[in-house]
């Protein structure tokens, strides 16, 4: 343990630096945690052994080691590394950047652009990068904490892979707390639980676990601390961590499963969570009209109205006082009836799309504008349901030879109680006139 903690030659030309600049890696095989990405056969692992790196999209929680991949990734490939942030950059920047990846092409060095944040840029923006990747000018790696199938538009996520990176474990952060009580040439004057209890202020973060260690590592105590001992002293740090570091599609997996579950009091609760973190509002918003499409549906038709309104109250008021008419919106859809059929039906459609895609709709229900198409029997036999008893002909719309798929199925619920009626209805009607 002693050789651990021995003290190290401060290097000449090396000024005070923060704990987390110190002891960011040099190597890939340096990466605390990510083995989902950096592990044998991982993706990152497989790119680089193969030397077939592609442009990527980080996605995870902040201080996970997205901007440290990226940059080591640079290093590992002999691509000169630029990095930016889409909130502090525009249009101007980006064409600099642009330009000056095309000289260095020219001149034989590539370039990894890292972009922070990518989600910021709205489409015309991400739009501008595909030129550039697509004829190899910039290789692309994005970071965001959004996620990037609502967030970057299907063009880029088309040319990218996308790569999920995961808070860090416990395991992974006490990893991390000897490496930097190596660093400091001291142990944490902690002892057992209170060091366990600092890793999991931390809550994943292995930037915020270093600027907490820093901030312990300063003070002047004769003995280790215990938990209530450190509580006392970290208490508004923890705090503000707790703020600012939940993972935002953690509270808004807590959010949708409460709603989900008709718990309005458990939802309303992780909905103050996330504003009080610091949460964008129109991000709940956006969160919340999708509840009601993916979990009420039709067996509630206003909660969609309800939402789109309590979304636009927003807008008018802002913060904090339009929060008041999401925190509505909130309390409407976890009351709401739940229904997902059509949200199974849709995926049934798509799939049904899918492995169907190259049959034609049976020549009965197309059109036939010229006199080639009505030879062809475009349009013959299709009976105009206005014309038919009950105003209903039973007829096939589905391509021939597929068979008909009963893709919605109403639950008896809200609303949709009456659609399940209906779809009985025209059930027994078609099963009448096909008989």
């Given amino acids: ?10 290097s000449p030309d090396t000024g005070p630096r923060p704990l987390a600049d110190r002891l960011r890696p040099k190597r890939l095989a340096e990466v605390i945690g990510q083995q989902q990405v950096l592990g044998p056969d991982a993706p990152l692992t497989v790119m680089l052994s193969s030397g077939a790196l592609s442009s990527l999209v980080f996605w995870g929680p902040p201080g996970v080691g997205k901007t440290t991949i990226a940059r080591l990734l640079a290093h590992e490939t002999d691509l000169h590394f630029v990095q930016i942030s889409a909130i502090f950059t525009g249009v101007p920047d980006l064409k600099k950047v642009f330009e000056a990846a095309k000289i260095r ?16 840029f709205n489409k015309a923006q991400q739009d501008g990068f595909l030129p550039h ?6 290789l692309l790696v994005g970071a965001t904490t ?10 880029v996520l088309s040319r990218a892979q996308v790569l999920v990176l995961e808070r860090l474990d416990l395991k992974d952060l006490e990893r991390l707390a000897q490496r930097a009580e190596q660093e400091l040439a001291k142990a944490l004057p902690l002892d057992g639980p209170a060091r366990e209890a600092l890793l999991e202020m931390a809550d994943g973060d292995g930037r915020a676990l270093l600027n907490l260690i820093e901030q312990v590592m300063a003070w002047d105590v004769p003995d280790k601390l215990n938990t209530e001992q450190l509580s006392k002293r970290l208490m508004r740090r923890a705090a503000q961590y707790d703020k600012s ?5 953690n509270l ?3 959010l949708h499963k409460s709603v989900r579950g008709s718990d309005p009091d458990a939802a309303l609760y992780w909905f103050a969570r996330m504003l009080e973190g610091g ?3 129109r991000f709940l918003a956006r969160r919340i009209t999708r509840m009601a499409v993916e979990d009420i549906g039709l067996a509630d038709p206003q909660a969609q109205a309800v939402c789109l309104q309590s979304w636009e109250t927003y807008e008018r008021l802002g913060s904090p006082e339009g929060e008041l008419a999401l925190a509505q919106a909130v309390i409407y859809v976890a009351l709401a009836p739940k229904s997902n059929a059509t949200y199974v039906a849709y995926k049934g459609a798509r799939k049904a799309a899918k492995e169907t895609g190259s049959h034609l709709p049976p020549k009965h229900i197309l059109n036939a504008p010229t006199s080639m198409m009505k030879d062809q029997g475009y349009g013959a036999g299709y009976a105009y349901d206005h014309d038919a008893e009950d105003g209903f002909s039973g007829q096939d719309y589905f391509p021939d030879g597929m068979g008909r798929r009963d893709l919605y199925q109403p639950v008896e619920r809200g609303f949709e109680r009456e659609l399940l009626k209906r779809v009985e209805y025209f059930a027994k009607l078609r099963a009448k006139r096909n008989g």
Wanted: aromatic share 8%.
């Fill in 133 to 138: 990747m697509e004829d190899g000018t910039i």
């Fill in 1 to 10: 343990m002693a050789d651990l903690f021995a003290a190290q030659e401060p």
């Fill in 279 to 281: 949460e964008d509002p």
């Fill in 252 to 254: 808004i997996s807590a």
């Fill in 105 to 120: 092409r020219q001149n034989g060095q590539g370039t990894l652009l890292f972009v922070d944040e990518i989600h910021r």
């Fill in 245 to 249: 570091g939940d993972a935002h599609y």
């Fill in 146 to 155: 959004e996620n990037p199938s609502f967030e970057l538009n299907a063009a």
